[in-house]
C-alpha cells in the first residue's frame, strides 16, 4: 500500500508544479484561453484526447456493459459517426479565428446570442464537470476499500486542477494533457490483461456468459438501431455547441495541424473504449453471483485484480484516473471561464479594462464554474444518469449553430426560439418533480410501444422530439424576422470559407487579416441565400479516410467479441 500511496503523491506533485509553471507564458486574455495559437499535431492529438476522455465514460462504459453487454459500448461510441465530419468543421472553427464560439455568434447572430451562449455554455460544462467528478469518485471508493469516501474524493481532486488551470490557463491544460493523456491509455487497458487471464480469455469469457446476445453490439431492448442512429446524430448536433469545441480546435498552429490533431484523438479515444466495454464483460463473469453496484464495477476489478499481480500497480492506476479527470476538467473550466469573461462581462459589464484585469475575472469565473460542477456531482444517483443529462444538455443550442454556417436568413430571433424550445421540449417528456410533472404518468401509457422502453418514452424518442421542435422554430420563427445585415454576413462567410495562412496574426474575431484576401465563393447550392461551399480534395480524401477507419474500428471490434 505504500508503495501505491508514493506512486499517486509523486505524480499528483509533478503534474500539479508543471501545470502552475506554465503561468509565466500567460500575459493576455488570449494566452490564458487560446494559448496563442501555438501547438503542433502532437500536442494537440494528446489535448484532444485527454480532454474528450473523461473518467465517467470509462466508468460509465463498463457499467452499461456490466448491465446490457457488449452493446454497452455505444455510451461512448455514439460519438463514433460522428468523427469523419469532425475533418470537415474543424476549419469552419478554426477559420472563425475567435477565442470562444460565442465570439463567433456574437457576429452572426448579434450580442444577444452570444450571451445565450455563455449561458447555456456555462451551464453545460458545470454539468459535464460534476459527472466527471462523479464518475471519479465512485471508482475511488471502492479502488481504497471504502478509506475515500466519495465527498472527500470530489473536493480532492477539485483543489488539484483548479491549482494549475486557475494558474496557467490553457496552456498549463495542453501541457498537462499531453502527459495524462499517454496516462489515460495505460488507465484503459491497465486491467484488461488481467482481467481476461481470470476468466480463461475470450475462450472463458464466451463460455462464462450463456446469454449470446451479451456479445451483440446491436442489441434488443434499449441499444437498438434506432437508439444509435439517434444518439449518433444528437451527438454531432451537441459537438459544434460544445464550449470546449473551440478551446480544442483553436488552439493548433493551422487548419491541418488542428484537423490531423483531433480527429487521431478522438480515435484513440475510441480504441480505448473497447478495452472498458471488454473489462465491463469480464466484470460480469467475475462477480457472477454476486451484487454489485454497476458504477462500481471499474473500481472493483482493480482493486481486486491490481494487487495480485505488482506492488505499485493500484497506486498507477489511481494516478491514471486522476489524470483522466484532471486533463478533462481544466479544460472543462477554461471554457466557462472564457464564455463568462469574454461574452458576458466584458461586452455588458466592464469593456475598456487592462488585460490583468480579464485574467483576474477568468481566474475567478474558472473556480465559479467549477462549484456549480461540485453540486451537480452531488445531486446525480448514478453516472449513468449524469451522462443522458449531458448528452441532452449538449444538444440545445446545436441547431442554431448548424443552421448559421449554411443559411444566411437565420436570425437571432430564430436561435433563441431554438433554444428555449429545445429546452422545453426537453423538459415536456421528462419528469419535473418541483412543479409536479412527469411526461410518463400522463402520456405514458397512451403511446406505441415502439417509442417505450420499459413502460418510458425511450431517450432516442425524447431527442427525436426536442431536436424536431428545435429545427421547426428555428426555420420558422427566422423566416418571419428580419436576418442579419449583408454587409455583417458577408463578413462571416468570407472568414468561413478563407483557410487560415501559416502565421497569421490574431485579430478581432470573424474578422480577415488585411494581408489575407477572401477566397472566392464556390458553392453547391446556386441560391443567395445558401453558403454550402464546395468541399476541397483534401476534405473530400480525410472524409473517406476516416470513415474507412471508423468502419475499420467497428469490424476489429465485432472479431474480437465473435
Given amino acids: 500500500m505504500s508503495i501505491d500511496l508514493a506512486v499517486v503523491i509523486v505524480y499528483l506533485i509533478a503534474i500539479t508544479v508543471l501545470g502552475i509553471s506554465m503561468a509565466r507564458r500567460v500575459t493576455s486574455s488570449a494566452s490564458f484561453f487560446i494559448s496563442d495559437r501555438s501547438f503542433g499535431k502532437a500536442m494537440m492529438t494528446f489535448f484532444a484526447f485527454g480532454t474528450g476522455t473523461n473518467t465517467d465514460q470509462a466508468v460509465s462504459v463498463a457499467s452499461k456493459t456490466y448491465s446490457v453487454g457488449a452493446s454497452g459500448i455505444w455510451y ?18 478554426r477559420r472563425m479565428r475567435a477565442v470562444t464560439t460565442a465570439d463567433y455568434l456574437s457576429v452572426r447572430y448579434g450580442s444577444s446570442v452570444a450571451v445565450l451562449f455563455g449561458i447555456v455554455g456555462i451551464v453545460q460544462t458545470s454539468v459535464t464537470i460534476g459527472v466527471v467528478l462523479k464518475a471519479t469518485s465512485v471508482m475511488i471508493t471502492p479502488v481504497s476499500g471504502g478509506a475515500i469516501g466519495s ?8 483543489l488539484l486542477f483548479v491549482a494549475y488551470g486557475v494558474a496557467g490557463g490553457l496552456t498549463a491544460a495542453i501541457v498537462t494533457d499531453a502527459i495524462q493523456g499517454v496516462l489515460t491509455v495505460i488507465l484503459s487497458f491497465l486491467i484488461l490483461p488481467f482481467a481476461l487471464n481470470v476468466v480463461g480469455g475470450m475462450d472463458g469469457l464466451r463460455s462464462s456468459l450463456s ?80 451484487t454489485v453496484a454497476p458504477d462500481h464495477v471499474y473500481g472493483l476489478m482493480a482493486r481486486d485484480l491490481l494487487p495480485t499481480i505488482a ?21 472543462l473550466m477554461l471554457s466557462a471561464s472564457a464564455l463568462f469573461t469574454e461574452n458576458i462581462y466584458k461586452p455588458l459589464f466592464q469593456p475598456n479594462r487592462d488585460e490583468k484585469h480579464y485574467i483576474l475575472v477568468g481566474r475567478v469565473a474558472s473556480i465559479t464554474a467549477v462549484v456549480g460542477g461540485i453540486f451537480v456531482a452531488f445531486g446525480l444517483s448514478s453516472v449513468v444518469q449524469g451522462l443522458e443529462l449531458f448528452w441532452q444538455v449538449q444538444a440545445m443550442m ?34 419535473i418533480s418541483f412543479i409536479g410533472w412527469d411526461f410518463n404518468l400522463v402520456f405514458g401509457s397512451h403511446l406505441p410501444t415502439f417509442m417505450l422502453y420499459e413502460g418510458n418514452i425511450s431517450l432516442p424518442w425524447q ?25 455583417t454576413l458577408d463578413r462571416v462567410y468570407a472568414c468561413l470559407r478563407t483557410p487560415v495562412m501559416p502565421g497569421e496574426p490574431e485579430v478581432t474575431p470573424v474578422t480577415l487579416p488585411e494581408t489575407v484576401t477572401p477566397a472566392p465563393r464556390s458553392v453547391l447550392i446556386k441560391h443567395p441565400d445558401f453558403e454550402v461551399m464546395k468541399p476541397s480534395r483534401e476534405s473530400i480524401v480525410g472524409f473517406i479516410v476516416t470513415w474507412l477507419l471508423v468502419i475499420a474500428l467497428i469490424g476489429v471490434f465485432v472479431w474480437i467479441i465473435r
Fill in 76 to 93: 461512448q461510441w455514439l460519438w463514433l459517426p460522428a468523427t469523419p465530419f469532425y475533418w470537415l468543421l474543424v476549419p469552419l472553427f
Fill in 311 to 331: 506492488p505499485g500497480l493500484l497506486g498507477l492506476f489511481v494516478a491514471c484516473m486522476l489524470s483522466a479527470v484532471m486533463s478533462s476538467c481544466d479544460a
Fill in 151 to 158: 465527498d472527500t474524493a470530489i473536493i480532492g481532486m477539485t
Fill in 463 to 487: 431527442m427525436i422530439f426536442y431536436l424536431t421542435v428545435s429545427l421547426v422554430l428555428m426555420i420558422s420563427v427566422s423566416v418571419l424576422t428580419r436576418p442579419r445585415d449583408e454587409r
Fill in 211 to 290: 446469454d449470446p446476445t451479451m456479445f451483440d453490439i446491436v442489441a434488443p431492448g434499449e441499444i437498438t438501431l434506432l437508439y444509435i442512429v439517434v444518439i449518433a446524430i444528437n451527438a454531432l448536433v451537441g459537438w459544434v455547441a460544445a464550449p470546449y469545441s473551440m478551446a480544442m480546435v483553436g488552439a493548433g498552429k493551422s487548419e491541418a495541424v488542428a484537423r490531423v490533431g483531433f480527429v487521431s484523438g478522438m480515435l484513440l479515444k475510441r480504441v480505448c473504449t473497447i478495452a472498458w466495454v471488454l473489462t465491463g464483460m469480464c466484470a460480469i463473469a467475475l462477480y457472477a453471483g454476486t
Fill in 398 to 431: 446545436g441547431i442554431a449553430i448548424w443552421v448559421s454556417f449554411f443559411w444566411r436568413r437565420a436570425t437571432a430571433a430564430g436561435a433563441w426560439a431554438s433554444t428555449i424550445g429545445g429546452f422545453a421540449a426537453f423538459a415536456f417528456v421528462n419528469e
